[in-house]
Nanobody, 116 residues
Framework: QVQLVESGGGLVQAGGSLRLSCVASGGIFSTYTMGWYRQAPGKQREMVAVITRGGSTNYPSSVKGRFIISRDNAKNMVWLQMNSLKPEDTAVYYC??????????WGQGTQVTVSS
């Protein structure tokens, strides 16, 4: 079992920045693919950033150039740096771990609200 805890959400004005953090416990963090997902009310959950075991990253066009995902395997942590935030970025953001067995684990979520 893997436990994930997100933090760093809050209220920010459009154009501002936030940095989300996720700490993992209960497994071998360095073997996981890690990701950040978000879900707004009435919308489906969408991937916003993924980082593999080897450090390769992927972003959808909606956030590319604005968001950066990073990880530190020695700290069992992953971060999402969000810059140039827009009101449409408002959502609950979830940390995700994809383990070697193919199971996904989710954190509790952290609210990000971007005002216009």
């Amino acid at each position: 079992q893997v436990q994930l805890v997100e933090s760093g959400g809050g209220l920010v004005q459009a154009g501002g920045s936030l940095r989300l953090s996720c700490v993992a416990s209960g497994g071998i963090f360095s073997t996981y693919t890690m990701g950040w997902y978000r879900q707004a009310p009435g919308k489906q959950r969408e991937m916003v950033a993924v980082i593999t075991r080897g450090g390769s990253t992927n972003y959808p066009s909606s956030v590319k150039g604005r968001f950066i995902i990073s990880r530190d395997n020695a700290k069992n942590m992953v971060w999402l740096q969000m810059n140039s935030l827009k009101p449409e970025d408002t959502a609950v953001y979830y940390c995700n771990a994809l383990v070697l067995g193919g199971t996904s684990y989710w954190g509790q979520g952290t609210q990000v609200t971007v005002s216009s």
